[in-house]
């Protein structure tokens, strides 16, 4: 039996963000040079679109092609991304404060690591 699933989820996370910005399928399928027939074809037969159409679709909709096939999102997370644009505003003289607590902290979590194994 031909697992569908993945195919079908592409296709539902396309239809949201057509939908978010009010968009539809063959604004889409002109966008990025298909018809608008194949992205039916992928809900109906579960299947994934070729790599470098997820990447014209990807590019259109201003997504990562990672989130687009796996729904996952990649890199940095919105916490991650607030923290590094804060440190790059930050002195000198206070990046220095950050990686000297940093390190302590380090230091820290790999002293109590270590007490765990030995336990």
């Known amino acids: ?5 993945n ?3 592409i ?3 396309i239809d949201r963000l057509l939908k978010e910005r009010n968009l539809n399928r063959v604004s889409l399928a002109e966008a990025i ?6 992205i039916s074809a992928w809900s109906v037969r579960g299947t994934v679109p070729a790599g470098d159409i997820c990447l014209k679709i990807a590019e259109f ?6 989130w687009l096939i796996t729904g996952k999102e990649e890199g940095l997370s919105n916490e ?12 000198p003289d206070q ?3 950050i990686w000297t607590l940093m390190e302590k902290w380090e230091r820290e979590i ?3 690591e270590d007490a765990e194994r030995e336990a």
Request: hydrophobic share 35%.
């Open 80 to 91: 991650e991304k607030k923290l590094l644009n804060i440190y790059q505003k930050l002195s």
């Open 61 to 66: 909709l201003n997504v990562s092609a990672v």
């Open 7 to 9: 195919g079908m989820q």
């Open 95 to 97: 990046k220095d404060t």
């Open 110 to 112: 790999e002293i109590r």
């Open 11 to 13: 296709v539902g996370r």
């Open 33 to 38: 040079g298909i018809k608008p027939q194949n």
């Open 1 to 5: 039996m031909i697992d569908t699933t």
